[in-house]
């Protein structure tokens, strides 16, 4: 008889007691959400079967507290399903597809119980003196079960259900079938001409992953090839540097089809029924519209705002976006050898196609600024990069970072930090996952396994528990001859999610789900878009940019060149950007049942954002995971909302010194230490002092407007 015992049922007695991914079985799951669920409903009996009258404390203080890290379901479902996005398999999924329903089921049954709900209502409207933490988490509860449909009548509450138990399933089927999809598909080459245009990286990645590939299969005979895939390490400077374009266009269609096919990894009815649901589920409650629902808590407020900053945008953008289109066109007849007088007699393919914006944009990049990714892959090192991010927190907020080996992880690619207070204090554990293999989806973000919270042991002592968060990514792997070099778009990527990290990290609250993250979905994104603004400044690249070989640093010429191209292209990826938002919007501002064709549907919903032609078998909708999946459905527009803020927030630190301790405390406290405990734009003010505008990300941007100043 085994005498392993079930982790999550039992102190984890690690450092910090961080999550023990080593003792954990498959098993051990189902076992502790069943558990979690029963704990969870004794919990919710206890406190509606109080014979005290309900109170912020014995009702408000102990839902909150039931809902936190220490309770065993929330303790099991954040490991679960933070290793399905990063490292699952099949029976994960299968696991996922069973349990997903039952959590669904169970949160709903907490949240429609009608007795808890009067307590919290009698609470809400009769309550002692609250502090202003208090007020908001009070005010969060009540609303979250009245959003939750807690005022429904009992047939109103029973469709709701069905509502949502079936939404959480889709959600799960979209994303499953949207890694399937992806990891399927390989591009596998034998012939060495076919590589031609790829740089060294790209080569040398593609034989590994050929060679791994190899080895797996027993049955394969052992040759030489090179593979590459639709992870975007790989598929990136595919589509940038190969000179094959009929190969760029294979890669191209096989991305941009992904879950269009006649299998079971189709996505278009699912997408379509979840808009459906969400849209039921919006008028259930009392909305117009799904994005009515969701605008209600968010910075935005309402669709007429949103609306106005997407066509704002459009307005300021697309000017110059129509100018770099045709530049970069321009280029594509000349190296195509397609005189003027031809270009209106070229069949569709012929001309300048989707497959070629890559490639194009690269060479037109190394005429006007002589400047290229590949040469600056040696001066980024990961190892080295690392030491610059880190080296960049500690300069701004004086934290430091100290790997520990003995913190438990899930794969050998992660590493475990301690991170230490500039007062030498423990602040959180950070785990960092870098690179691409087959259970871990496409993409980066930032999770966490422990949220910060203050609360009292047994001893009745006062205790801050402080976070355990993670940033997961795909960056550029490791090959047998040289170690992972980056490309500067990746340490983009990198300090964005570490400027996620660093609001988890910061986070200071008394109650959990008011800490850190957990803050309105368009005012999210401005710790993170904050930092990206680092990666072209040249008194950070010259703290860790050195040569892998010869420890050289970047040189000033190749640093300006980075400067003065910072908006190649930038209106075009603005409108890029924009297209998402407004395809997001027209998607859930639905306010009939959605009965059209979803690939027709998109075409048409981002076309003013749209400046080249549109192909009719492509379509994003079906691997769009941050609407259909990703919890930004109607929030899409929120990158470009916290865009405005981060523009506007660097400007500050630009007029004080982009190191400023001062300021970078300022911003600290105001706004990476207070999580939600109060209205963002009371925040953001607060740090600013003043309202933000889209002047500094319009000079940063380098648009002009032909706005007349008042």
């Known amino acids: 008889m085994s005498d392993h015992k ?7 007695n690690t450092p910090h007691d961080t999550v023990p991914f080593d003792r954990i079985r498959m098993e051990d799951y189902e076992e502790a959400f069943m558990e979690g669920i029963r704990r969870d409903n004794e919990q919710i009996e206890k406190i509606i079967n109080n014979p005290e009258k309900p109170t912020f404390d014995n009702t408000i203080i102990n839902t909150e507290e039931d809902e936190g890290y220490y309770d065993l379901l929330s303790r099991v479902s954040t490991v679960f399903f933070n290793l399905l996005s990063a490292e699952t398999n099949d029976e994960m999924d ?129 040759s030489k090839g090179w593979r590459f895939t ?56 009392g909305y117009n519209t799904y994005a009515d629902y969701v605008l209600k808590r968010r910075m ?70 002589n400047l290229d990714q ?20 500690n300069r701004l907020y004086g934290i430091t970072f100290k790997e520990n080996k003995d913190i438990p992880v899930y794969h050998p690619d992660v590493k475990a930090y301690e991170v230490f207070d500039k007062d030498g204090s423990y602040l959180a554990v950070f785990y960092a996952d870098f690179h691409p293999r087959k259970g871990k989806q496409g993409g980066a973000w930032m999770t966490q396994y422990q949220g910060q919270h203050i609360e009292k042991n047994e001893k009745g002592e006062t205790i801050n528990v402080r976070p355990h968060v993670s940033v997961v990514m795909n960056l550029t792997k490791p090959t047998e001859e040289k170690p992972a070099l980056l490309t500067l778009g990746e340490v983009e990527t990198f300090l964005h999610e570490f400027g996620h990290s660093l609001h988890g990290m910061f986070a200071n609250s008394r109650f959990e789900s008011l800490s850190g993250t957990n803050v309105m979905w368009d005012f999210v994104e401005l710790p993170s878009q ?7 400044e040249k008194e950070f690249l010259r703290t860790f940019a050195f040569h892998y070989q010869t420890g050289e640093p970047l040189p000033d010429e190749l640093i300006d060149r980075i400067v003065k191209s910072r908006n190649f292209m930038v209106a075009s990826a603005c409108l890029r950007q924009v297209s998402f938002g407004l395809l997001d919007m027209a998607y859930y501002t639905q306010h009939e049942e959605f009965t059209k064709d979803i690939i027709s549907f998109e075409k048409k919903a981002w076309k003013k954002a749209i400046l080249g032609e549109q192909l009719p078998n492509t379509c994003m909708t079906v691997q769009f995971s941050h609407i259909m999946a990703g919890g930004y459905a109607a929030g899409y527009y929120s990158y470009k909302w916290a865009e405005v803020l981060d523009a506007d927030a660097f400007s500050v630190f630009q007029k004080n010194g982009i190191f400023d301790q001062k300021t970078a405390q300022r911003f600290r406290d105001e706004i990476l230490s207070k999580g939600g405990t109060e209205n963002p734009s009371l925040l953001y003010r607060r740090f600013r002092e003043g309202s933000p505008t889209i002047d500094a990300l319009l000079k940063r941007n380098g648009i002009k407007t032909g706005r007349k100043k008042k």
Request: glycine content about 4%; overall charge neutral; charged content about 25%.
């Open 6 to 12: 079930n982790p999550f049922f039992e102190p984890y």
């Open 94 to 222: 299968a696991l996922a597809q069973k349990i997903q329903p039952i959590l669904t089921q169970h949160a709903n049954d907490v949240r429609l119980n009608p007795r808890l709900f009067e307590r919290i209502r009698y609470v809400h409207q009769h309550h002692r003196k609250l502090s202003g933490e208090e007020k908001m988490l009070l005010n969060n509860c009540y609303e979250g079960f009245v959003r939750s449909g807690a005022l429904l009548d009992e047939a109103g509450k029973e469709k709701l259900r069905k509502l949502t138990e079936e939404a959480s399933i889709l959600s799960l089927q979209f994303s499953q079938n949207l890694l399937k999809e992806q990891k399927a598909f390989t591009l596998d080459i034998t012939d060495e001409a076919q590589l031609d245009g790829l740089p060294e990286t790209a080569r040398e990645a593609a034989a590994l992953a050929w060679k791994e590939a190899q080895s797996s299969n027993s049955e394969s005979e052992s």
């Open 230 to 285: 639709l992870d975007m390490p790989s598929y990136s400077p595919f589509m940038t540097y190969s000179t094959q374009r009929e190969l760029r266009k294979q890669m191209y269609m096989a991305r941009n089809t992904i879950c269009t096919h006649d299998n079971t990894e189709n996505n278009l009815e699912i997408c379509k029924r979840l808009i459906n649901l969400r849209r039921e589920i919006a008028q259930l409650l």
């Open 300 to 369: 935005a407020y309402n669709k007429c705002h949103v609306n106005h900053l997407l066509n704002s945008l459009i307005d300021a953008y697309k000017p110059t976006a129509v100018k770099e289109r045709a530049t970069l066109k321009r280029l594509f007849y000349r190296e195509q050898g397609i005189r003027k007088s031809q270009i209106t007699k070229l069949n569709p393919e012929e001309d300048m196609m989707p497959w070629d914006a890559g490639f194009y944009s690269h060479k037109l990049q190394m005429e006007k600024y």
């Open 374 to 393: 590949e040469m600056l892959r040696p001066y980024f090192e990961l190892s080295k990069v690392i030491d610059g991010v880190f080296g960049l927190a």
């Open 530 to 536: 904050f930092m990206e603004n680092y990666a072209i």
